[in-house]
């Protein structure tokens, strides 16, 4: 089951033969509950949707969270299509928030590598993207709170090439580059983060965290950054293949109690 989150979606293009954009429920039962939305990364062109989505999602119902995963549309879409997805989604979930059980307040992004990048755009870009067409649009896409998982942030010489080609084109623009690095976007409403690295990524830099890091400080606003020795790119809840990175999700799932209650 999926919930399209347009009824005619804007820019949509049937030749590039992708799914209009929807979100996949993980649902509790009761009212009021904290709900993340799940961002998967894959550099812009793909989901990794198992186990940067749904596994994520299953995880944090085990603690006590709803949980969306979100199919956004990638290249051939270029920007600002992934961030009008995720803003529309989060404002989506808070109108149907009495349906879904969620607490309007306590809305939550979390992304993984590109998908990370999306989730830091969507924290640190308040104004939305598309022209208001329905009550849904009069709802808020601030998020409430925001997980970046060794995500890609910058679109400078540091951040990643591919999903930088795949948003922005061959050929950028000075300003469309300043505009989705999102190191540079931090604001006074910037939600609180938690952030999460290896050290020895060889496709994302730690750089990336570390920037973000730096300019969340900057500007006061509160985060966790975790950066860990051992582990490579794309791993996930990283219980499989990398025990030291792995605790990343107690360490959030600590984080996640402060900032919920």
């Avoid at 992708?18 to 939305?37: A, R, T, Y």
């Avoid at 270029?78 to 989604?89: E, T």
């Avoid at 990398?242 to 109690?257: G, H, M, V, Y």
Wanted: hydrophobic share 35%.
């Amino acid at each position: 089951m999926t919930y399209k989150i347009w009824e005619k979606t804007p820019l949509y293009n049937k030749d590039f033969e992708q799914p209009e954009p929807s979100l996949m429920p993980f649902l509790l039962e009761g009212d009021n509950n904290p709900c993340v939305i799940v961002c998967p990364g894959g550099g812009y062109t793909g989901k990794a949707f198992d186990y940067e989505g749904t596994d994520v999602a299953t995880w944090l119902n085990s603690l006590g969270y709803s949980a969306f995963v979100l199919d956004y549309r990638v290249s051939p879409y270029k920007a600002p299509v992934p961030l009008m997805d995720l803003q529309r989604a989060i404002k989506f979930v808070r109108y149907y928030s009495s349906d879904f059980g969620t607490d309007i307040n306590k809305i939550g992004v979390l992304g993984f590598s590109a998908g990370g990048h999306l989730a830091a755009t969507a924290m640190t870009h308040l104004k939305y993207e598309c022209i208001p067409e329905d009550d849904i649009d009069n709802e808020n896409c601030r998020p409430d709170f925001g997980i970046l998982c060794y995500p890609v942030i910058t679109m400078k010489n540091f951040g990643h090439e591919g999903s930088k080609i795949s948003l922005l084109g061959e050929n950028p623009t000075e300003k469309d580059i300043e505009f989705y690095s999102c190191e540079t976007q931090v604001t006074a409403y910037t939600p609180p983060c938690f952030i999460w690295h290896t050290f020895e990524d060889t496709c994302v830099p730690v750089k990336n965290s570390l920037a973000f890091s730096a300019s969340l400080s900057d500007h006061n606003i509160p985060h966790e950054l975790h950066i860990f020795k051992k582990g490579g790119h794309g791993l996930g809840l990283a219980c499989i293949e990398d025990k030291t990175a792995s605790a990343w999700t107690i360490l959030c799932e600590n984080w996640l109690k402060e900032v919920i209650n």
